[in-house]
C-alpha cells in the first residue's frame, strides 16, 4: 500500500505522547416544531423605482452624534436629479443656522432641471415629511451608505421592534402635539424598523400601520390593483454598503467604495468633521453625489445578472448565487425531497471549517506560497456535486461499510491524483477514532473560551459503537494518507443522486454567458468565466479586478456558503428543539436564540465540500512530506512551504540559530513547481480556458519590478496570525506591501484589525498594524527594535450600538432626556479590553465588559466612566497595576495586547515534546493527540462573529446556541447533581470561585470550560 511505503506519514499513535482528553463540539441539525414548512420561495418582482431619494447626514463627534445638518437628492422617474437640498437640526445655534441659510442663498442646487437649480433648505421635521411622502406614500427607493446610522439622525424616538425584525430598534419619524405641547408618536404614519446582522448588513422596513390607507395595502406590481388582506409595504431601502459588499465580498467605506467602482465623482476628505462651515457642506454634498454615482454603477453591475432578487435584498454573494439557482428553477434538495432528518444529523455533525494553523511557530523562514484555485468549486467539480443540486431526489444508500473499507485499503496518493477517485467520495463514515488524524471541534486554549477546529490524532470516547464519531469520507481517506493506517468504522451511508430536476432553465450569467444546469456544472462554469474576464481587453484593469474577485466569491458562495447556511431566530422565550445529531434517534431540548436551516441548506454537500477541502491540503502536505520537507503555515486554501532556490539547509538569520532550523529541510523552488504541476491532474476545468494546475505559486513570489522569482519569508505566530515578507542585501526586512512591493498587503490583522489607531482614532488607516508586525519580525531576526509611543494608552475598540440589549446599558445616561440628547442606536460606542485579573473584585470574568459612549479624544478614555454591559455598573479604568479595585477595572494598554498577540499559543498544537503549545514555544510544531471526554451538541460557531473578534464576548453561553441532550451531559447527570450536594462554603473554598459564580452555576449555567473541569474534579472527589 503506498501509504505504507517510500512515503513519510505522522509518527505511529501508540508513541505519541501525552494525550490530552477535551470534550468534543458536534454540529447538530435543529428541527423546529412550529417553524414554517419549507416550500417553493416566490419570486417577487425584481424591479425598483428610478425615482430615488440619496440622502447623507452629518453629525457632532461627541458621545451624542447628533444630527447637524444633511444633503439629499431626489432623482425623478428616469433619472434626472430634480431637486437638491439641505436639511438642519434644530439644535443648531443661531451662527450655524445662519451659515446654511447664506449658503443656500449664495449656491445654486446641482440638479438636472434649470428650473429647479434653487438649493432647498428645510428643517428637519418638514424634510421627514416629505420622506414620507416619498419612500411610503410614493414608494421611491431610499439610498444611502450606512443607512442605519442615517435613518436613526431622522427618527424622534426609538423602541424595541418585533416579529421578523425582533432583535433590533423600530424607529419613529413622525410625532404630533397631543394638545399640552408634549410630541408623542404618531402611531399611524409607519416606523422604520432595522435588525442588524453585521458591520456590513441590516435588515430594513416600515412597519404596519395602525390604520392604513387602501392604497398602502395594495402589493407593488399588482395585476389587479386591489388591496390585499395583510400586505405590508416594507419600503425600497438599499444600503450600498450591503450592495457593495454583495457584489464584492468585501467590507468597503464609501471611500473605497468610489475607488473601487471607478466613480466620477469620488468621496473628498474633510479637513474638520463636525462643524458648519461651507467648506463642510461643500464636503457633504459631495458625499450624497458621491452615493448617487455610486448607485448607478453598481446598480448596473447588479443588473448584469439576470437573477429574481431585488438589489435590496442582495445581502451577500450568497443572496446573489442563490437568486442563480432560482432562476433555473433549481429547488432547494429539502424542498424536492422528504429527506431523512437522522442522515441530516449525521452530516451536519460531519461538518467542520477549513484546516489553519501555523506549523513552524515563531521562527522565521523562507518559503514558496501557494494556494488552490477557488477551493471550494474545485472540489464540488472533482466529487460531480451538481448532479446533486439538479437531481430529482436524493438516495441514501446503507450497508456499505464493506465496500468503503475497500476503498479505503486500495487508496494511494497516486489514486487521489486520478479525477476519476474523487467521484466515489460521497460518503460519510462513522468510525471508533483510535489516534487517527481528524479534524476535532474543541476548547483547545486554556485561556480563551471559543471552540477552535483543528486536524489532531483523535482517540474515541469508548468503544461502543454508539459513541463513534461521524466523518465525511474525504476526511477519512486524508487520515488513511497522512497515517497509513485504516480506522476502525462501524457505520457507513452513501448519497448518490437519481433523475434530472424537470423544469430546469438556461440562464445566462452577467447576461451574457449561456449557461444550461443540465448540461453543465455552473460553479465550474463562474470560474471559467472569472479567467475569461480577467484578459478581455475591452475591460479596464479596475472592472476586470472587480468581476475577478466578483465572480469568485458567488462561486464560492453558492458552491459551499448556502448549503451550509443557518439562521439564528430571535426569541427572548426558550423553545422546543428536537435535534438531530450522531445518533440514530432524534431529542428534544428548549433553548434560546435556536437555528433553523437557511433555504438551501442541505448539511450532506456542505460537509463533503469543506471535507474535500481538507484532503487536497492534506494531499499537498503528503506530496511536501515526502520530499522530506514542511511547511510554515496553512490558511483553507494555502500552504507556505518552506523552501529556497536551491533547496537543503535553511539560512540563518537572527542572533541565535534555533535546533529545529537546523533539522528542517528546505525544498528546491523546482521541487515545489513539480509539485504544483502534479495537481494539473486535477484540474476539472476546460483546459483552453483555464491551464495547468489548480495548485498555484501566488504572485507574492514574484518580484513585480523584475518579474523574477524572489526569496519570500513567513513569520507565524497562530492560525491567521502570520505576515510575507523580504529581505534586502543589508539584512532589513520589508513586509509585503500594496503599492510598494507587491500588489496586496500579506499580513495578518487577526485578533488587531478591530482597534482603534493608537495615534490618530477617528482615522482608517492600519498601518500601525503593520509596524507592529515589522517590530516582532525584527526581534525574531535578532535587529534592534524601539517602543512605540502609544503602547501605554488604553486598547479601545469603535463598536456600534446595534441591539436594544447594548442600548439598555445606558439607559440611566438616556432617562429624561429628549432624543436629540440621547444616545441613540447604531451610534458607535467604545469597548475597552480588560486585563486578566483585572476586572473590578466581585465581578464575573465571564460576564463583564466595559463598553462607553464614543469619545474620539483619547486623553478623555482615563477620566470617564464605563459601564458593564451585563450588569449595567459603572466603573472607572487604569492602566496600571496587577488587578482590578472595587471601584477601577485594570484594562489592557496597546502595549499589552501587542505583547499578548505576539506570544499567543497556537493551542491547536504541540511541541516537540507533543505538549500543547505554550507562550514560549518555538520552531516546528506537530499535531496534539486528543481524546473525546464527552459531546457538546452545539450550532454554527459564527454567531456574533464581530463582538468575538472585538474582545466583547467572554462567555461562551453567549456565542453558540448549545442543544444540551440530556442522554449524554456528564455535567447535567453527574457533577451539577453532585455540587449541588456540597455546602456552598465548602465548595467555593476548594474552588476558589465566588459565592455568586457558584450560586449561578449550581442553577444551571454552565461555567467556563476550564472551570468545568476544576468543579468535575471537585465532585468526583467528594
Known amino acids: 500500500m503506498e501509504t505504507n511505503a517510500n512515503c513519510t506519514v505522522d509518527s505511529p499513535v501508540a508513541k505519541i505522547t501525552p494525550i490530552d482528553s477535551l470534550r468534543m463540539a458536534l454540529r447538530v441539525f435543529p428541527d423546529l416544531g412550529d417553524a414554517k414548512k419549507r416550500s417553493k420561495r416566490e419570486i417577487a418582482h425584481t424591479d425598483l423605482p428610478t425615482r430615488r431619494l440619496v440622502l447623507d447626514f452629518e453629525t457632532r463627534i461627541d458621545a451624542l452624534q447628533a444630527m447637524t445638518f444633511g444633503c439629499y437628492r431626489y432623482y425623478s422617474e428616469g433619472g434626472p436629479c430634480v431637486e437638491e437640498g439641505l436639511v438642519y437640526s434644530r439644535n443648531l445655534n443661531h ?132 388591496p390585499e388582506e395583510g400586505y405590508k409595504f416594507r419600503g425600497h431601502f438599499l444600503d450600498l454598503r450591503t450592495l457593495v459588499f454583495a457584489l464584492t465580498d468585501r467590507g468597503h467605506s464609501l471611500e473605497s467604495a468610489c475607488r473601487t467602482f471607478a466613480v466620477e465623482h469620488p468621496k473628498t476628505k474633510a479637513q474638520e468633521h463636525g462643524t458648519v462651515t461651507d467648506e463642510y457642506i461643500d464636503y457633504c454634498r459631495r458625499d450624497v453625489r458621491a452615493t448617487a454615482e455610486l448607485d448607478d454603477r453598481a446598480m448596473v453591475e447588479f443588473k448584469r445578472h439576470p437573477i429574481p432578487l431585488q438589489a435590496t435584498k442582495a445581502y451577500s454573494p450568497a443572496s446573489i448565487g442563490k437568486a442563480y439557482l432560482r432562476a433555473m428553477n433549481i429547488a432547494p434538495v429539502l424542498q424536492r425531497q422528504q429527506f431523512p432528518m437522522k442522515y441530516l444529523g449525521y452530516a451536519q455533525s460531519a461538518f467542520y471549517g477549513g484546516r489553519t494553523s501555523a506549523h513552524v511557530r515563531k521562527l522565521p523562514v523562507p518559503v514558496v506560497y501557494c494556494d488552490f484555485l477557488s477551493m471550494y468549486p474545485t472540489v464540488n467539480s472533482l466529487m460531480a456535486l451538481w448532479e446533486f443540486v439538479i437531481a430529482k431526489r436524493v438516495r441514501i444508500i446503507t450497508d456499505c461499510r464493506d465496500e468503503i473499507e475497500a476503498l479505503l485499503r486500495d487508496i494511494t496518493l497516486k489514486k487521489l491524483f486520478d479525477p476519476l477517485s474523487w467521484t466515489n467520495f460521497s460518503a460519510f463514515v462513522r468510525i471508533i477514532p483510535n489516534g487517527d488524524v481528524l479534524p476535532i471541534r474543541a476548547p483547545y486554549s486554556n485561556e480563551s473560551n471559543d471552540f477552535q477546529v483543528a486536524v489532531n490524532h483523535v482517540y474515541a470516547y469508548s468503544d461502543n459503537p454508539e459513541d463513534g464519531v461521524w466523518y465525511a469520507l474525504p476526511d477519512v481517506i486524508a487520515s488513511v494518507l497522512l497515517t497509513g493506517r485504516i480506522p476502525r468504522i462501524v457505520d457507513a451511508f452513501r448519497i448518490a443522486p437519481e433523475g434530472t430536476l424537470e423544469d430546469l432553465k438556461p440562464v445566462k450569467l452577467l447576461g451574457t454567458v449561456p449557461i444550461d444546469p443540465r448540461c453543465g456544472d455552473f460553479f465550474r462554469r463562474i470560474i471559467e468565466q472569472r479567467k475569461v474576464l480577467s484578459v478581455q481587453q475591452n475591460l479596464s484593469q479596475e472592472d476586470r479586478e472587480r468581476y475577478n474577485v466578483a465572480l469568485k466569491v458567488l462561486a464560492n458562495a453558492t458552491s459551499y456558503g448556502i448549503f451550509a447556511e443557518m439562521l439564528q431566530r430571535e426569541s427572548d422565550e426558550t423553545v422546543e428543539v428536537t435535534c438531530y445529531g450522531i445518533d440514530s434517534a432524534p431529542y428534544i431540548c428548549c433553548v434560546k436564540h435556536p437555528e433553523e436551516a437557511g433555504e438551501f441548506c442541505f448539511s450532506p454537500l456542505a460537509s463533503l465540500i469543506t471535507s474535500g477541502a481538507r484532503l ?139 482597534l482603534l489607531n493608537p495615534t490618530e482614532p477617528q482615522s482608517e488607516d492600519r498601518n500601525w498594524i503593520a509596524q507592529a508586525w515589522l517590530r516582532m519580525i525584527r526581534r525574531a531576526l535578532g535587529l534592534p527594535t524601539q517602543r512605540f509611543a502609544f503602547e501605554n494608552r488604553p486598547a479601545v475598540s469603535r463598536i456600534t450600538i446595534s441591539s436594544p440589549t447594548l442600548m439598555q446599558r445606558f439607559a440611566d445616561y438616556n432617562k429624561g432626556k429628549a432624543y436629540c440628547a440621547q444616545l441613540k442606536p447604531f451610534n458607535f460606542m ?89 507562550k514560549q514555544t518555538i520552531g516546528l510544531l506537530k499535531r496534539r493527540s486528543i481524546r473525546i471526554a464527552g459531546f457538546r451538541f452545539i450550532g454554527k460557531e459564527s454567531n456574533k462573529l464581530e463582538e468575538v473578534e472585538a474582545g466583547m464576548v467572554h462567555d461562551p453561553d453567549s456565542v453558540y446556541t448549545e442543544y444540551p441532550d440530556k442522554r449524554r451531559d456528564e455535567w447535567a447527570t453527574r457533577t451539577q447533581p453532585a455540587l449541588k450536594a456540597m455546602p456552598l462554603c465548602e465548595l467555593q473554598e476548594k474552588s476558589g470561585l465566588s459565592r455568586a459564580t457558584l450560586q449561578a452555576i449550581r442553577a444551571g449555567r454552565r461555567p467556563h470550560p476550564k472551570n468545568q473541569t476544576l468543579l468535575r474534579a471537585i465532585a468526583k472527589a467528594h
Not at 446654511?100 to 446641482?110: E, H, M, P, T, V
Not at 513539480?674 to 514574484?702: C, M, Q, T
Not at 475597552?832 to 483619547?858: M, S, T
Open 830 to 918: 467604545l469597548s475597552c479590553h480588560v486585563k486578566k485579573l483585572g476586572q473590578p473584585l466581585g465581578a464575573d470574568p465571564q460576564r463583564f465588559h466595559l463598553i462607553a459612549p464614543y469619545e474620539p479624544d483619547a486623553t478623555k478614555w482615563l477620566k470617564g466612566l464605563w459601564t458593564d454591559q451585563y450588569a449595567g455598573k459603572r466603573y472607572r479604568i487604569a492602566t496600571s497595576g496587577a488587578h482590578g479595585s472595587r471601584n477601577a477595572a485594570r484594562v489592557k494598554t496597546y502595549g499589552d495586547v501587542l505583547r499578548e498577540y505576539e506570544y499567543h499559543p497556537e493551542a491547536k498544537c504541540a511541541d516537540s515534546f507533543g505538549k500543547q503549545c505554550a
Open 616 to 754: 487536497m491540503l492534506a494531499m499537498l502536505e503528503r506530496c511536501v512530506t515526502d520530499l522530506g520537507g514542511t511547511y510554515a503555515m496553512e490558511d483553507t486554501d494555502s500552504m507556505a512551504i518552506i523552501a529556497t532556490q536551491s533547496g537543503g539547509a535553511i539560512p540563518r538569520v537572527g542572533t541565535e540559530a534555533h535546533i529545529d532550523a537546523d533539522t528542517m529541510r528546505a525544498l528546491s523552488w523546482a521541487q515545489v513547481q513539480r509539485i504544483v504541476k502534479r495537481f494539473a491532474a486535477l484540474n476539472p476545468y476546460d483546459k483552453h480556458i483555464i491551464l495547468g494546475s489548480i495548485l498555484k505559486i501566488e504572485v507574492d513570489n514574484f518580484d513585480p519590478q523584475s518579474g523574477k522569482q524572489r526569496e519570500l519569508w513567513c513569520y507565524a505566530i497562530a492560525a491567521k496570525r502570520y505576515a510575507l515578507f523580504v529581505i534586502d542585501e543589508h539584512g532589513e526586512p520589508a513586509l509585503l506591501q500594496s503599492g510598494l512591493n507587491n500588489k496586496d498587503d500579506r499580513w495578518s490583522e487577526h485578533g488587531l484589525g478591530h
Open 95 to 226: 451662527n450655524e443656522r445662519r451659515t446654511l441659510k447664506r449658503y443656500a442663498q449664495k449656491r445654486r442646487a446641482d440638479t438636472d432641471w434649470p428650473a429647479s437649480h434653487v438649493l432647498q433648505l428645510l428643517p428637519l421635521s418638514e424634510f421627514v415629511e416629505r420622506f414620507y411622502l416619498a419612500a411610503y406614500k410614493g414608494r421611491c427607493r431610499v439610498v444611502g451608505f450606512n443607512l442605519p446610522f442615517d435613518v436613526s439622525r431622522m427618527a424622534s424616538g426609538f423602541a424595541k421592534a418585533r416579529g421578523r425584525f425582533a432583535g433590533g430598534f423600530s424607529l419613529n419619524l413622525s410625532q404630533y402635539d397631543d394638545g399640552t405641547g408634549r410630541l408623542r408618536a404618531d402611531r399611524f404614519r409607519p416606523n422604520i424598523a432595522i435588525k442588524h446582522i453585521d458591520s456590513k448588513r441590516a435588515l430594513k422596513g416600515f412597519t404596519g400601520r395602525a390604520t392604513p390607507d387602501k392604497a398602502d395595502r395594495i402589493p407593488e406590481h399588482s395585476p389587479s390593483g386591489q
